[in-house]
């Protein structure tokens, strides 16, 4: 059988809009500030991006047989999700950034049953807006054991990075 094409990331540029903070000299990316090689659709130096992190980035919708449907990419769901950033005492965690201030509903839900089926807990991470202005603050969604909720919920409050 032949093996499935793999996807193409055109529309979706959400790793590089600044919803992950990127931070080396060839590419930054803030909230609210998309890396300056980011236009028209995709990567405008693409051949010379940088190897940490554009090119070890591992983005699960992207992923060679990716359990996640075709609507779950990034710019349309609204979440980057990664699934080889955090461990929880050895369990693989799911990880999903909000590409805008809120995870929706709809990918939300998806990703709690997605979680719950591999037995894998999962945080999400959304960023505070408000009166149209994002605070620069984040907020988190957690799915999973209610010790992994709390772990989460502390490291959070304590102003740790999560993943
Ligand atoms: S978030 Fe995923 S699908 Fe979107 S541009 Fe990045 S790698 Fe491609
Ligand atoms: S250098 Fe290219 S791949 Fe890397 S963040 Fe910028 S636009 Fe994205």
Known sequence: MKPPAPRECHPCTACCEGWLKID???ARA??????AHCENGGCNDYAN???HPC???VC????????LPDWLRP?????IVMFDRLTWRGQPAIVAVAAGARIPQRTLNWLKQYAQETQRPLLGEEYEKIDGAFTGKKRIVTH???DFMQEMAERF???ENLW
């Open 24 to 26: 080396v000299e060839a």
């Open 30 to 35: 803030y909230l609210g500030s998309p890396c």
């Open 49 to 51: 991006r940088p190897v």
């Open 55 to 57: 090119r070890t980035f």
């Open 60 to 67: 699960a919708w992207r992923g060679d047989d990716s359990a």
């Open 75 to 79: 710019d349309n769901c609204k979440a």
């Open 144 to 146: 999973g054991p209610p």
């Open 157 to 159: 409050r304590r102003g």
